[in-house]
């Protein structure tokens, strides 16, 4: 009897790097073992020595461990089922590969690539719907096959799939589902190599590993009555699957990477939050019945049920993560946010810019609201690290007329004499001044933040004065005075 309590595996094959598609796997697989106190364990599924690729375990665990979905047995955390990569269990599929061969529930195959290749042709010219191993190798003789083996030719191990028989099983999402085994493949369980492929491997370490359910993307449905024949075949029980949607482009085609950024890492470099990401994937293809988009990990794991996974493909849509990005980015706290301000300040040119925690909260403070990206506290706001070195031509022909440097060098006069000034006192100096021109406030405060900052929008016009301060507020505006004359 499998364990009650559910143990749920993600097995990516290690390409590089963790795909969306993969985050969004081993997130529900998380979400459902931490909701049903259950085991959540990650198994590498390498054994395509062809797509081997350096350092991609290690790329891979840090992008799950970047988004929080730290698991509970795997490579580095160790567990009961070691080892979790699956090049260390050769001998385990090999000695059932022999199993299924000792029942004839598998053979041996001689066939060369040259008569394999032979057959995909004459199967094409027969438009045949699906090209086939037509079982050739199934009926050598015993004496045969031990000869072949004694002269070391090579050969793979293929399953004997029985003819005219439906293999089903119950999807949670899809509910149930049916396959022609006239239709399944001799699948190679052991290749000339001598690695398995994905599907012995898959089986037999789902069962050593006591995995209750499997949860993966729908592209390994296919696949399934074959697993489904080999649990049989064995005479173990099946866990119980759950094949995820499809993830797709806005157009409605298969996710991929021509369109976009498709790997975890992408996102993250280019400053998504790890909240907004997880948010984000966690509703592809899962909503808990109602219109909520917002979510922590707390409330996904209260909420998460295998249930409520849809059937039809998600589709993918970066102006919605980008608003949860700028949602999750709000509801942090100050102190959060200038830890990751003070990271991206590092990364950026002002690196070497020595700004108090102070001033950087209070650049937290006014912009909040105004970004939904952490970067954009520097990119959108450059003005409270350095001096504007260009001014907008736009703003300079609407705002910036040739009574605007003496009305400016007034403004500036009399914050000259402002002590200590307040956001108010700046508020109100500017209001005398204006009065004294005999002009509208606004007249002062278009070019005044043209001069400080070099934009036309931003943060607020006092809260700008206050932060930057009274002595860079006066040299700013003088050098602007300069600079904007001799450009108009
Ligand atoms: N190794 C397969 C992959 O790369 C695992 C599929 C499964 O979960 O069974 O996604």
């Not at 160790?78 to 053979?107: C, M, T, V, W």
């Amino acid at each position: 009897m499998i364990s009650e309590t559910p143990r749920v595996r993600f097995a990516p094959s290690p390409t590089g790097y963790l795909h969306v598609g993969g985050l969004r796997t081993a997130l529900y697989n998380y979400l459902f073992a931490k909701k049903n106190n259950g085991t959540f364990i990650l198994r590498i599924e390498d054994t395509d020595r062809n797509r081997f690729v350096e350092g991609a375990i290690d790329n891979l665990i840090d992008s799950l461990k970047w988004c929080g979905l730290n698991f509970d047995e795997g490579p580095q955390v160790g567990g009961d089922f070691e080892p979790y990569l699956q090049s260390e269990r050769l001998y385990l599929y090999h000695k059932h590969a022999l199993q299924l061969i000792d029942n004839g529930h598998a053979y041996y195959c001689f066939c060369t690539p040259d008569r394999l290749e032979k057959l995909r042709e004459e199967q094409q010219r027969l438009k045949l719907p699906q090209a086939k191993y037509d079982k050739h190798c199934c009926s050598l003789s015993k004496e045969t096959v031990a000869e072949n083996l004694n002269n070391n030719l090579p050969y793979v191990i293929r399953l004997n799939v029985p003819s005219n028989l439906k293999v089903n099983f119950n999807d949670i999402i899809r509910g149930d589902v049916e396959f022609d085994s006239n239709n399944i493949d001799d699948q190679v369980l052991i290749k000339s190599d001598g690695y398995p492929t994905y599907h012995l491997a898959n089986v037999v370490d789902d069962h050593q590993m006591k995995i209750t359910h499997v949860i993966r993307g729908e592209e390994w449905l296919s696949s399934t009555p074959k697993h489904i024949l080999l649990y049989n075949f064995f005479e173990w029980e099946k866990p119980l699957f759950a094949h995820l949607p499809l993830l797709l482009n806005a157009d409605r085609s298969k996710l991929s990477k021509r369109q976009g950024d498709v790997a975890v890492e992408d996102y993250r470099g280019k400053g998504y939050l790890k909240e907004a990401l997880v948010n984000f994937v966690a509703l592809l293809g899962w909503n808990a019945g109602d219109d909520v988009e917002f979510y922590q990990m707390e409330s996904l794991i209260e909420k998460f049920s295998l249930e409520r996974v849809n059937k039809s493909g998600a589709v993918f849509d970066l102006e919605k993560l980008k608003w949860l990005n700028a949602e999750h980015l709000r509801k942090k706290s100050a102190d959060e946010l200038l830890t990751l301000l003070k990271l991206e300040l590092n990364e950026s040119e002002y690196n070497n810019v020595n700004l108090s925690d102070d001033y950087l909260l209070s650049i937290i403070e006014v912009m909040r609201e105004r970004v939904s990206f952490v970067k954009e506290f520097i990119t959108n706001c450059k003005y409270f690290y350095e001096q504007p070195n260009e001014f907008d031509e736009a703003a300079i022909t609407k705002n910036w007329n040739p009574e605007t440097p003496g009305q400016l060098k007034l403004l500036n006069d009399v914050f000259s004499i402002l002590n200590l000034p307040t956001r108010e006192d700046y508020e109100i100096a500017l209001a005398k001044v204006a009065l004294e021109l005999n002009i509208g406030k606004g007249k002062l405060i278009h070019p005044l933040r043209l001069a400080v900052s070099g934009q036309s929008t931003g943060a607020g016009m006092f809260d700008l004065l206050y932060i930057l301060g009274k002595e860079e507020v006066l040299k700013r505006i003088n050098s602007a005075i300069l600079r904007i004359n001799q450009t108009t």
